[in-house]
Nanobody, 126 residues
Framework: QVQLVESGGGSVQAGGSLRLTCSAS????????MGWFRQAPGTEREFVSS????????YYEDSVNGRFTISRDNAKNTVYLQMNSLKPEDTAVYYC???????????????????WGQGTQVNVFS
């Protein structure tokens, strides 16, 4: 069983920054990949970014590449999403999720992820 808790969301003006944090329970956190997804009202939950078990491989959705940075600290059972140059279209609920079957973190399919946090709201206003 893995429990994930996101924090760090909020409201920010376009061009600003936020850092999301996902804290995980469990002793095996360092052995599996983690991902961030987001969901805006009326849309499907979409892939944002993912990271391998060791942090050496990272993946990004095209619209956030170069603006967002995913990282992890296995000693703290935590994964981060640094979001810079935020745009109004980044407004969504952001979720972190674990992928215990693919430690390389390459999956962009939400159905590959088995445990999810409750989400944190990000609002970007112009």
């Amino acid at each position: 069983q893995v429990q994930l808790v996101e924090s760090g969301g909020g409201s920010v003006q376009a061009g600003g920054s936020l850092r999301l944090t996902c804290s995980a329970s469990g002793r095996t956190f360092s052995s599996y990949a983690m991902g961030w997804f987001r969901q805006a009202p009326g849309t499907e939950r979409e892939f944002v970014s993912s990271i391998s078990w060791d942090g050496n491989r990272t993946y990004y959705e095209d619209s956030v590449n170069g603006r967002f940075t995913i990282s992890r600290d296995n000693a703290k059972n935590t994964v981060y999403l640094q979001m810079n140059s935020l745009k109004p279209e980044d407004t969504a609920v952001y979720y972190c999720a674990s992928d215990r079957r693919n430690s390389f973190g390459s999956s962009r399919d939400r159905y590959a992820y088995d445990y999810w946090g409750q989400g944190t709201q990000v609002n970007v206003f112009s």
